[in-house]
């Protein structure tokens, strides 16, 4: 008996500090922001952003379905054997008039679409060396892509597969309303829908092939796990610390760096400017599956 009780005392200290709260209650108080940072000092939490949010209210923010991709794995051959990645590499500083401004999401569970939308839109900026600079419309596939499920989840893979087949009109055309809609036939003010498209679409595994995707063509999509204390990041490298499990939330990756030996993605949110660093976070390699499998399609231009 004594053995059980000290391997489950073990256990516990080994898990972190568990954060626990009535439904009801705010998710965090400032206790819990700081037994957080004083458990780790690789990033800082905050309830800057979070504030006074409920288990319910966050959950909203993490409705993306994980599961294999429907596409095929891109096969690099030997590229990736002879390609010289770079130790960090932002596409902000290689494209910088491509890679589009943070968006926000709201109390919608549309991750999946902005996900997929901001990555293809800046890969036909990037692909039409800056002919084709638009931002597309995460509202178009909540509306029309009936594979997902709107502002209740949806998948990044079909959310692509969606955008080679139909294509999406730009974000100026169809705006964003945070709330299930018809799926329109014109432009909210009533000209004619422009589609742009994905021309091919694949997965990407592991660091090396994400790596050489971003390099080749731009930024990714990629969905992972989110636990409770992602929600109060406001910087430094991620790693899961404490609280339990929220829901996939899809993201866009647009490089990579390394801290004092850890390697890390930088990725872009949808959840605004005020949170994390001013929208992107960054995130070590492996943490919540990150870069388990991102998904991308090449431009139609």
């Given amino acids: 008996m004594k053995i059980l009780l000290l391997s489950a005392l073990v256990v516990l200290a080994l898990s972190g500090p568990a954060i626990v709260r009535d439904p009801s209650a705010p998710l965090f108080t400032q206790e819990d922001i700081d ?43 030997a590229v990736l054997e002879n390609l010289q990645v770079p130790a960090s590499f932002d596409s902000r500083n290689q494209w910088p008039s491509c890679v589009h401004p943070i968006l926000n999401q709201g109390d919608c569970g ?12 800046d890969r036909l900026c990037i692909g039409s060396k800056g002919s084709i600079n638009v931002v597309l419309s995460p509202q178009y596939l909540v509306d029309c892509d009936h594979t997902s499920q709107g502002c209740s989840g949806g998948y990044p893979d079909l959310a692509w ?35 742009y498209k994905a021309a091919s679409v694949s997965t990407y595994s592991g660091p090396s092939s994400i790596q050489a995707a971003i390099l080749a063509g731009g930024p990714v999509e990629t969905a992972f796990s989110v636990y409770e204390d992602f929600m109060t990041y406001s910087g430094g490298v991620y790693k899961h610390t404490s609280g339990g499990y929220v829901g996939g939330h899809a993201v866009k990756i647009i490089g990579w760096g390394n801290q004092s030996g850890t390697n890390y993605w930088i990725c872009a949110n949808s959840w605004g400017t005020s949170w994390g660093i001013q929208g992107f976070f960054w995130i070590a390699f492996g943490q919540c599956g990150i870069d388990s499998q991102a998904v991308a399609g090449s431009p139609l231009v």
């Fill in 110 to 121: 549309s991750c999946w679409a902005f996900g997929a939308t901001e990555a293809l839109s």
């Fill in 35 to 77: 037994l957080i940072n004083q458990s780790q000092d690789s990033w800082t939490a905050s309830l800057d952003w979070v504030g006074s949010m409920t288990a319910e209210d966050v959950k909203k923010y993490a409705t993306t379905q994980i599961r294999p991709r429907e596409f095929p794995e891109f096969h690099w051959g």
């Fill in 161 to 195: 597969s969606f955008m080679k087949t139909n294509g999406v009109p730009t974000y100026s055309c169809v705006g964003y309303t945070a709330a299930n809609g018809n799926c329109p036939k014109t432009c909210d003010n009533g000209s004619s829908l422009q589609f």
